[in-house]
């Protein structure tokens, strides 16, 4: 009996194990990166060096229109990965809305969720209607570009392409300060 115990008891270890180390999608909401509101972590890029391209792809968004990221060259991209089991995510999803409306001549929000089927997506944006764009990435190959240990993962993207920053988790439970970070992050006046 003893032995029947330990064996559950390390597969229960393996299985915890797995899940802190999983990706985009694949850890469950309270396993989230983000464990305090404020804490975002985040890496600005220094402009004098080299520049980092952010790598292209393509996506198939909500709507069925495909599009490749390199579509949006001459404008600032916010990509942001997300989930909708991931309440820090759509937490900032208020501020991304704000953002991709009152700068849609010079901003694309590009929100990829990650991991899931097209129907769980859909029943997300039928209960809301966001103006930012919304692709899919069920197999992580977008992920697989943008490593990272959590999300929401946002990269904030120059209009040559460039990286200009990232955060991982989110900068603040304040939809008006998430704007605001967004914002002065991207440079938009």
Request: charged fraction near 30%; proline fraction near 3%.
């Amino acid at each position: 009996m003893k032995k029947v115990t330990f064996k559950l008891g390390a597969l229960a270890v393996l299985a915890a194990l797995l899940l802190a180390v999983g990706g985009c999608g694949q850890e469950k909401e309270e396993k989230s990166v983000q464990t305090e509101s404020a804490a975002a972590e985040e890496e600005t890029l220094e402009t004098e060096d080299a520049a980092e391209l952010a790598p292209d792809f393509e996506t198939v968004l909500a709507d069925g229109t495909e599009v490749n990221l390199s579509d949006y060259r001459g404008k600032k991209v916010l990509l942001n990965f997300w989930a909708t089991w991931c309440g820090y995510c759509i937490m900032e999803f208020p501020a991304l809305d704000r953002l991709s409306r009152d700068y849609a001549d010079e901003l694309v929000v590009l929100a990829i969720d990650c991991g899931e089927d097209e129907a769980t997506v859909q029943a997300l944006l039928e209960k809301n209607e966001y103006s930012f764009l919304v692709g899919m990435d069920e197999d992580y190959e977008i992920q697989r570009l943008y490593p990272t240990n959590g999300i929401p993962y946002t990269v904030l993207i120059g209009e040559e392409g460039e990286v200009l920053h990232r955060t991982t988790g989110i900068p603040s439970r304040e939809e008006d300060e998430i704007y605001e970070y967004y914002k002065e992050n991207l440079g938009l006046e």
